[in-house]
């Protein structure tokens, strides 16, 4: 299966560029000034972060849909640490799942697990160079409920990696 992305430099002086997607949605990107841009995009490396933390939690909402969970509200946190040299790649990736409503933990942890060994193409890649986390906490409506934190933990990179 094949992607195509045609991507322009819309500012000739500067760094902003424009990627249209197979999809029909434009992206735009720019650099920080002291590199040249003007700051009127976000960057690559942190369009890497919102790819990551969209496509897993697509794969988390339709799960614990699918499980017919009474979630009402979903939010997702992201922390990326760079290696200091170039390439300065992603050496650590923290993903924190927010999930309001009255949902069973397990129910979560799967749905994370699944995500995580299974469906989000972007985690299968991004794993293969840096450390991912996966947290979440769960924020009951109920009155008085406490929150539930946890953590799900990979064991090792699927094989078929």
């Known amino acids: ?3 195509e992305i045609h991507l322009s430099l819309l500012d000739p002086q500067g760094m902003k560029l424009e990627a249209h997607t197979p ?3 434009a ?3 720019d650099a920080a000034p002291d590199v040249g841009g003007k700051n009127e995009g976000p960057r690559p490396m942190e369009l890497l972060l ?9 794969d988390v909402i339709s799960i614990l849909r699918k499980k017919r969970q009474p979630m009402e509200g979903f939010a997702m946190e992201v922390r990326g640490e760079r290696a200091s040299e170039h390439p300065k790649v992603y050496t650590d990736i923290d993903l924190l799942y927010i999930v309001k409503g009255n949902v069973e933990p397990q129910a979560v942890v799967r749905a994370i697990e699944l995500s995580a060994t299974k469906y989000c193409s ?8 840096a450390r991912i986390r996966y947290r979440y906490r769960i924020e009951p409506v109920t009155p008085g409920a406490e929150p539930v934190e946890g953590e799900y933990v990979m064991e090792e990179a699927p094989a078929s990696l």
């Not at 919102?50 to 697509?58: D, S």
């Not at 985690?123 to 160079?129: E, H, N, P, T």
């Open 23 to 25: 999809s029909g949605h």
């Open 50 to 58: 919102v790819a990551l933390a969209g496509c897993t939690a697509m």
């Open 27 to 29: 992206v735009i990107m």
């Open 1 to 3: 299966m094949s992607t």
């Open 122 to 129: 972007a985690s299968a890649m991004l794993r293969k160079a």
